[in-house]
């Protein structure tokens, strides 16, 4: 480096020490910048009834036999922690369900990572569902999705989502001793949302289940599920959500709503129910 450049730089950095001095000085206790910190919410729900892929989760009466009545309340709620910035989080969401005997409530653990890829948003990793009173129903998945957002046109995200467990929530009867899988049932959903007037966004989403060969072979089908509906954001987190949610298939996913009466010569009045029945579904929802 020229001799005239490195004494001008000398002189620069000589004048400058009585600023960096009072400047220490004046934040002597200030600590060196910090990593972001951890981001814990939670959130807190009462819906009419909780529907997951389009099945009813609360099915079973208290005299065994499926429920048909159209408003089968659920409480839930859980947490979400990320780690700062670093994309990686771990989470806990729970509800209160009835299609298991002796079981009351559905714990889901999950953990994952999000990341951004040009416009894209992705998110990867694993999430079991547990039944602590009836542990036929756990199921493990792995899971990726991938969403974009635009400004006029909305926000679509495709997730799909793929069982690495031994049963997909008992459907194989796995835990009886069937000798059958559940395992390798996948799940694509593809979810948009828009924001049609300030605080109501549109809502909508299509499913498609497809059960192992093993779950199939029971009689079970391949089903498609869809829910369409809208959000209303109140403010402080509080907001309320209304829609159809449902799936085909009904036929296929058939419960014993009553036996009916047998005089000897077979039931009379038996009916039957499709948790797979559309639903007008309305929740309440308090993020914290």
Do not use: C
Request: proline share 3%; net charge positive; no cysteine.
């Amino acid at each position: 480096m020229h001799r005239k450049t490195v004494r001008l730089l000398a002189a620069v950095a000589f004048a400058a020490l009585p600023m960096l001095a009072s400047a220490q000085t004046a934040d002597a206790s200030a600590a060196p910048a910090a990593a972001p910190a951890p981001n814990l919410t939670g959130n807190v729900s009462l819906t009419s009834d909780y529907k997951f892929r389009g099945q009813d989760q609360d099915v079973i009466g208290s005299n065994g036999f499926a429920k048909t009545r159209s408003v089968k309340p659920a409480v839930q709620g859980g947490f979400d922690y990320t780690f700062g910035d670093s994309g990686f989080y771990v989470g806990n969401w729970n509800s209160s369900v009835n299609w298991l005997n002796g079981n009351s409530i559905e714990t889901d653990l999950y953990g994952g990572y999000k990341m951004k890829a040009g416009v894209f948003d992705l998110d990867f990793g694993v999430l079991t569902y547990l039944y602590p009173g009836n542990t036929r129903g756990n199921t493990t998945e792995l899971y990726g999705s991938a969403g974009y957002t635009d400004e006029v046109i909305g926000s679509f995200t495709l997730k799909y989502s793929h069982t690495v467990s031994k049963d997909y929530f008992n459907y194989a009867g796995n835990k009886d001793g069937s000798g059958l899988s559940g395992r390798n049932t996948g799940y694509l959903n593809l979810a948009y949302s828009k924001e049609i007037m300030p605080k109501l966004t549109l809502k909508a989403a299509l499913g498609y289940t497809h059960m192992s060969a093993d779950i199939r072979s029971l009689g079970y089908k391949s089903y498609v599920d869809y829910n369409v509906g809208a959000s209303y954001d109140f403010g402080n987190g509080l907001s309320l959500a209304g829609s159809v949610q449902g799936a085909n298939q009904k036929n296929a996913y058939l419960l014993t709503a009553s036996p009916g009466v047998d005089f000897g010569f077979g039931p009379i009045g038996a009916t039957t129910y499709s948790p797979n029945k559309a639903r007008f579904i309305v929740t309440l929802t308090k993020t914290l």
